[in-house]
């Protein structure tokens, strides 16, 4: 109800500035720093990215995604999978968590690893999201592992998201005149034991050398004549 209340807010604000300006508005659930940030979202040149979680909520950012005319992305949407066919007829992609399947809150009680396989396999446009201190490949390969293929896999962390955002022409695919930002596997890039090799961001390759990197190059050799200081 609040979000319905600013979004007309938002459109009062953007018809009548001037009445706004000299404090004959109306009354306002928002400041005008958040209204200047809600115009873009209602002429579709942003997304309105919601953090849900429960299907009711679900359903309801379904709802209003159709009523204001906005262009919606959800956010985990750990319910996902039993709103899934309606998440596909609205054409609202979802960024979401391929471990998210405990139920960790009241409004995720029916999370679960089949999430994922569940939305891609009704339609809906799913990107990987990572969260704490967990590594990129095991999404992909949990994710694989509970019923995606690996090229629905690559394309949650590279395609579909520049899709999402709205910079497919840029960035997301290997294709003349984008920018060439190339990662580079020691292997299949699903196994956990694979490491990026290399990484070039607009055909630039960058520097990969780390702290833990240079500590290991400088201690791997103990039986030089000249020894790290440490060891002198």
């Not at 995604?65 to 609202?92: F, H």
Request: aromatic share 8%.
């Amino acid at each position: 109800m609040f979000l319905r209340r600013a979004l007309d807010d938002a459109r009062f604000y953007q018809a009548n500035r001037r009445d706004y300006d000299r404090g004959q508005a109306r009354s306002m659930v928002l400041p005008r720093a958040d209204f200047e940030a809600l115009i873009p979202v209602l002429e579709r040149k942003m997304p309105l990215v919601l953090r849900v979680f429960r299907e009711s909520d679900i359903r309801q950012a379904i709802a209003l995604a159709a009523d204001y005319k906005v262009r919606v992305v959800l956010l985990s949407a750990s319910e996902g999978w039993k709103a899934a066919d309606a998440l596909a007829k609205a054409g609202i992609p979802v960024i979401a968590d391929p471990l998210d399947n405990l139920p960790s809150r009241f409004e995720s009680l029916s999370a679960s690893l089949e999430n994922v396989p569940k939305l891609m396999k009704a339609g809906v446009m799913v990107a990987f999201a990572t969260t704490g201190d967990a590594l990129e490949n095991r999404y992909r390969a949990l994710a694989v592992a509970n019923g995606i293929s690996r090229d629905q896999a690559l394309a949650a962390i590279t395609k579909n998201p520049a899709e999402i955002w709205g910079i497919a022409d840029s960035y997301g695919t290997l294709e003349k005149g984008k920018d060439a930002d190339v990662v580079i596997w020691s292997g299949d890039p699903l196994e956990l034991s694979s490491i990026p090799t290399a990484l070039f961001i607009r055909g630039q390759a960058q520097n990969l050398s780390s702290r833990q990197s240079k500590l290991r190059d400088r201690y791997k050799n103990l039986k030089s004549a000249e020894p790290p200081f440490g060891y002198r």
